[in-house]
């Protein structure tokens, strides 16, 4: 799958989605530290990326797929084989423009079209 990780996705994280397969544009390896959310939409968008962050205030942006990590702890060592595990799932599959991931330890929430 095509990812797009934010500044605040651990490198352990991103090491363990490219050592799966996915294809990652990593912000903090590309120089993009502290860009503005609405560049790294626009270029998740043209490039059909799912955007992969922490932070919440991507669940309001339009136009573009994104989950959300809300683990409880934040620790690499559970966020990434879990993040894996939904990725290759049949429901992670399907993820495409304008769909909302929340995935926590115990739940996974989508919204799609919103």
Do not use: C
């Not at 990652?24 to 939409?41: C, E, H, M, N, Q």
């Not at 990434?80 to 909302?100: E, M, T, W, Y």
């Amino acid at each position: 799958m095509r990812l797009l990780t934010d500044e605040n996705v651990a490198a352990s994280v991103i090491r363990s989605l490219k050592n799966e397969g996915h294809n990652v544009f990593d912000i903090k390896g590309a120089g993009w530290r502290s860009a503005p959310d609405t560049k790294l939409v626009r270029y998740a968008i043209r490039t059909r990326r799912v955007i992969i962050t922490h932070d919440k205030d991507f669940l309001r942006l339009a136009g573009v797929a994104v989950v959300v990590l809300r683990f409880a702890r934040q620790n690499p060592a559970l966020v990434a084989p879990a993040l894996i595990h939904f990725l290759d799932s049949p429901q992670g599959k399907k993820i495409k423009q304008n769909v909302r991931v929340i995935l926590a330890e115990h739940y996974i929430e989508i919204y799609r079209g919103v």
